[in-house]
């Protein structure tokens, strides 16, 4: 019977979710042209809000672990493991108080309805792959954006989705150019599991009814450790709590 629902259910999800991103794209744009960014930044909470909350369609349970210990007063770098494109939505849903940045590659600021409009004027650091000092200089400018006004930057330190799941090799670089950046931000954790079980056979047909935890573990203050424990301390924690 999941078969049967994940194929008939998958279209009318895949329809959902351009829809929600097709409608808001004007919203974004008309709020941050008449009103400004405050407005715009609302309408990307609510265009995230709706994108998690579509998951429902496809049956997924969906739970959110450790946000009542987040920190006040500090810019916040948000350390996770990466499945899908549908990590960003919860990322930006329930940290949205710290008004979430991202690493992103600088194809995605192009012809995407809702998200491409948000990279941009949302000041992520949008990165050149085959450019080493380029993608050095955005990320150490988000880092200075964060600490500045005690924003959250999100790294996906893999570099890109894991396919099965299962946590692949933490890379340092970002994560250091971010804290040389930005000094007083504390490290969180984020485990991301169930998505890949949803995309087990790709966009098409999606798993029904799947169990999607979102876990923010216990911060971490950065000074004074060195920058490879740490990363290797960070990936170590998020597969502990994925049982990996």
């Known amino acids: 019977m999941k078969s049967v629902l994940g194929f008939l259910l998958t279209p009318i999800f895949h329809l959902y979710y351009g829809l929600v991103l097709v409608i808001f794209h004007p919203i974004q744009v008309l709020s941050n042209l008449l009103i400004g960014d405050g407005a715009r930044r609302k309408s990307v909470d609510a265009l995230n809000f709706f994108l998690v909350n579509g998951l429902y369609i496809m049956g997924c349970r969906i739970k959110f672990k450790g946000f009542g210990q987040l920190p006040e007063g500090r810019p916040i770098i948000i350390v996770a493991n990466h499945q899908s494109l549908f990590d ?39 990165i050149d792959r085959k450019n080493g000092s380029q993608s050095i200089k955005e990320i150490f400018k988000l880092g200075r954006l964060i600490q500045a006004n005690n924003y959250a930057a999100c790294i996906f330190p893999e570099g890109t989705r894991s396919k099965n799941g299962k946590v692949k090799k933490f890379m340092s670089a970002g994560l250091n150019t971010l804290l040389r950046a930005a000094p007083d931000a504390l490290i969180i954790p984020f485990a991301i599991d169930g998505h890949s079980r949803m995309m087990e056979k790709g966009m098409f047909p999606l798993k029904f009814g799947e169990k999607i935890t979102y876990t923010a573990l216990d911060p971490i203050e950065p000074k004074g450790k060195d920058i490879e424990q740490l990363v290797a301390d960070i990936q170590l924690i998020i597969k502990k709590e994925l049982n990996q």
């Open 88 to 126: 960003i939505p919860a990322v930006v849903y329930k940290f949205h108080k710290y008004y979430p940045k991202f690493i992103s590659k600088i194809e995605l600021a192009k012809n995407l309805p809702s998200i491409s409009y948000n990279l941009k004027h949302g000041k992520s650091a949008l």
